[in-house]
């Protein structure tokens, strides 16, 4: 592992890392593994959201080139791994062939859609209702669904930090077996219900401005007017050591 911005992120290469989220699949006892990026980072420190979800988490995959890159300037080296291709290469990986994948999330259209897409796959659909916050009784209509279902893998694809936060509570619900992933808008690039970075932006680091482009609404909060908040807590807490 390495310890980087409060969190001890997993070593290994994009194969080695994929091995062991399969062999999680098929360990004994439950696992949840986390993806985290700038802006999860960011609403870590800041006290937004709580790092005993995170801190909870069996694996810790850099998703964020942009975290790699400012770990690098530590002497840190940082595996990075964003959850859209750890996603992408599971379900094409021969180490999947025979585990079941659950998809939380996406609706019922883009479940079909990725189905046809890995027509070779076992996948279980698994209904996250409107109205999903924690506490309510829709939430934990979906932890129970959840936990009863037939899976190996979850695809858990809702909203930072609900994804991390659902996970989590499948343990303290009771999970026995199985690996949640929470991989975002993962299901949706497969589906072409977003579009991802061309390879040249992925190249360069530059997927954010091309979400924020392409998104300019939706993603301006978060990168423009939050996101700058990184250099400042990487100073305070890497380079000044006063985190």
Same mark, same amino acid.
């Given at each position: 592992?390495?310890?980087?911005?409060?969190?001890?992120?997993?070593?290994?290469?994009?194969?080695?890392?994929? !091995?062991?989220?399969?062999? @999680? /699949? *098929?360990?004994? #006892?439950? %696992?949840?593994? &986390?993806? $985290?990026?700038? =802006?999860?980072?960011?609403?870590?420190?800041?006290?937004?959201?709580?790092?005993?979800?995170?801190?909870?988490?069996?694996?810790?995959?850099?998703?964020? !080139?942009?975290?790699?890159? @400012? /770990? *690098?300037?530590? #002497?840190? %080296?940082?595996? &990075?791994? $964003?959850?859209? =291709?750890?996603?992408?290469?599971?379900?094409?990986?021969?180490?999947?062939?025979?585990?079941?994948?659950?998809?939380?999330?996406?609706?019922?259209?883009?479940?079909?859609?990725?189905?046809?897409?890995?027509?070779?796959?076992?996948?279980?659909?698994?209904?996250?209702?409107?109205?999903?916050?924690?506490?309510?009784?829709?939430?934990?209509?979906?932890?129970?669904?959840?936990?009863?279902?037939?899976?190996?893998?979850?695809?858990?694809?809702?909203?930072?930090?609900?994804?991390?936060?659902?996970?989590?509570?499948?343990?303290?619900?009771?999970?026995?077996?199985?690996?949640?992933?929470?991989?975002?808008?993962?299901?949706?690039?497969?589906?072409?219900?977003?579009?991802?970075?061309?390879?040249?932006?992925?190249?360069?680091?530059?997927?954010?401005?091309?979400?924020?482009?392409?998104?300019?609404?939706?993603?301006?909060?978060?990168?423009?007017?939050?996101?700058?908040?990184?250099?400042?807590?990487?100073?305070?807490?890497?380079?000044?050591?006063?985190?």
């Amino acid at each position: 592992m390495t310890r980087f911005m409060t969190l001890d992120f997993a070593d290994g290469d994009r194969p080695a890392l994929l !091995r062991r989220v399969a062999a @999680l /699949a *098929r360990g004994e #006892g439950y %696992a949840f593994v &986390v993806t $985290p990026n700038v =802006d999860h980072v960011i609403k870590l420190m800041d006290g937004r959201v709580e790092a005993d979800v995170y801190g909870a988490a069996d694996l810790k995959v850099c998703d964020s !080139r942009i975290l790699g890159h @400012l /770990a *690098r300037l530590r #002497g840190k %080296a940082l595996a &990075v791994y $964003p959850g859209s =291709d750890l996603t992408a290469d599971l379900l094409a990986s021969p180490v999947a062939k025979d585990l079941t994948i659950g998809v939380f999330g996406p609706d019922r259209g883009a479940f079909d859609d990725l189905t046809a897409r890995y027509p070779d796959r076992r996948f279980t659909f698994i209904d996250a209702p409107m109205g999903l916050t924690p506490g309510t009784g829709v939430w934990d209509s979906a932890v129970d669904e959840a936990v009863r279902a037939e899976w190996d893998v979850l695809l858990a694809c809702v909203s930072f930090p609900k994804q991390e936060l659902f996970a989590h509570a499948l343990r303290a619900a009771g999970r026995k077996t199985g690996v949640a992933l929470c991989v975002g808008a993962s299901v949706d690039f497969l589906t072409g219900r977003q579009q991802r970075a061309p390879r040249v932006y992925q190249a360069l680091s530059l997927e954010w401005l091309h979400r924020l482009m392409t998104q300019p609404r939706r993603m301006f909060r978060r990168y423009v007017v939050e996101g700058p908040a990184i250099f400042g807590l990487f100073l305070r807490h890497e380079v000044l050591g006063r985190g």
